[in-house]
């Protein structure tokens, strides 16, 4: 192997535009992505609060972020299925709770325990009588 000279990168236009193209889909791709995650946590941030008003009108813009992040390929399919399920399942579960602010909902102090009774302690067994002798 004396005298091999290291393999040189190859430079064939094809490969040189498929980097820069390489470049600028995952630059876009980064876009949707981080709009997709930013969307997600401030509908679970709306959850977190229980504000179920903001998190009800925020829900229909973070689908379609999600349908379009995997219409392109960034996420699975059941990926997706999965966010918006968990998604909704949060909403639905906040409303029927009610959707109060945390903050309005003061909880009530609880009452002191009352005192135990005592109980009367139990009567002493009174002692077998002794078995009679036989005669």
Do not use: W
């Not at 820069?20 to 980064?30: C, D, G, I, T, V």
């Not at 992505?33 to 925020?58: C, H, P, T, W």
């Not at 909880?107 to 325990?113: N, S």
Request: charged share 30%; hydrophobic share 40%; proline share 6%.
């Amino acid at each position: 192997m004396a005298g091999a000279t290291p393999a040189k990168k190859p430079m064939i236009r094809k490969a040189v535009k498929q980097a820069r193209q390489s470049l600028a889909h995952a630059a876009r791709n980064k876009v949707f992505r981080n709009e997709m995650r930013s969307m997600i946590k401030l509908f679970l941030g709306y959850i977190q609060k229980k504000d179920a008003e903001k998190a009800a009108k925020v829900l229909p813009k973070v689908v379609s972020i999600i349908d379009t992040c995997f219409k392109k390929n960034l996420i699975h399919r059941n990926n997706a299925a999965n966010k918006k399920s968990r998604m909704q399942r949060e909403l639905t579960k906040l409303q029927k709770g009610g959707g109060a602010p945390a903050e309005a909902v003061a909880k009530a102090p609880k009452a002191p325990k009352a005192a135990k009774v005592a109980k009367a302690p139990k009567a002493a067994k009174s002692a077998k009588p002794a078995k009679k002798a036989k005669a």
